[in-house]
């Protein structure tokens, strides 16, 4: 049975509503090509309060528009030639160019990310960090279920981004402790 993701991206997006924003960036029905949103689905069910930054994006060119004005941002991916399938990359592509040698990571957009990314980085408009979750998969067609190491994978992608989250959490709220105290 296909499971499904989150709905669209809102059309507030939610880096404006608390410095963060994850987007899971894929097309359900295509298999592992999923991975992406069903990691934001997972993640809006282990943190409900953060709903408001959690997206599914099917274009990576929208995620331009979502990272105006974000401390930080969270790309959730699907990648072809990165390795095994479940095999998951990560890397924070605002300190500098995506991976584009084919064993790196390559999306499976025709615009892709790393064309999002650059796009952005040409237009000023790059979060602070921008932190970039793939998981290499499989199985791409239409119709296709999610192969069983993607499946495995999701599990940990999403402990992993949770983990970010907090931690990006806990420094806010230290941000703010310390204004308070010198105030």
């Known amino acids: 049975m296909a499971e499904h993701p989150p709905p669209q991206a809102p ?3 939610g880096a404006r509503h608390s410095g963060l924003c994850v987007a899971g960036l894929g ?12 990691v934001v689905a997972a993640l809006a069910k282990r943190l409900p309060d953060a709903a408001q930054c959690l997206i599914h994006v099917t274009d990576p060119i929208d995620l331009v528009e979502h990272w105006r004005g974000c401390r930080l941002a969270i790309v959730v991916d699907a990648t072809q030639g990165a ?5 998951i990359t990560h ?5 500098g160019p995506v991976p584009t040698a084919p064993e ?4 499976t957009h025709g615009f892709g990310l790393a064309q999002a990314i650059a796009m952005a980085r040409a237009l000023g408009s790059l979060p602070g960090r921008l932190l970039v979750f793939g998981v290499e998969g499989r ?5 296709a279920e999610l192969s069983p190491a993607v499946r495995r994978a999701l599990t940990e992608a999403t402990r992993r981004i949770e983990g970010v989250i907090r931690a990006h ?9 310390e204004k308070t105290d010198h105030a």
Not at 83 to 87: L, Y
Not at 91 to 95: C, E, G, V
Not at 104 to 107: C, E, P, Q, R, V
């Open 83 to 87: 390795g095994k399938p479940g095999t």
């Open 91 to 95: 890397f924070d592509s605002a300190a």
């Open 139 to 143: 199985a791409f067609g239409p119709g």
């Open 11 to 13: 059309d507030t997006p």
């Open 169 to 177: 959490r806990e420094g806010q709220e230290n941000k703010a402790r």
């Open 27 to 38: 097309q359900p029905f295509r298999g592992d090509d999923g991975v992406g949103p069903l």
């Open 104 to 107: 790196a990571f390559t999306s």
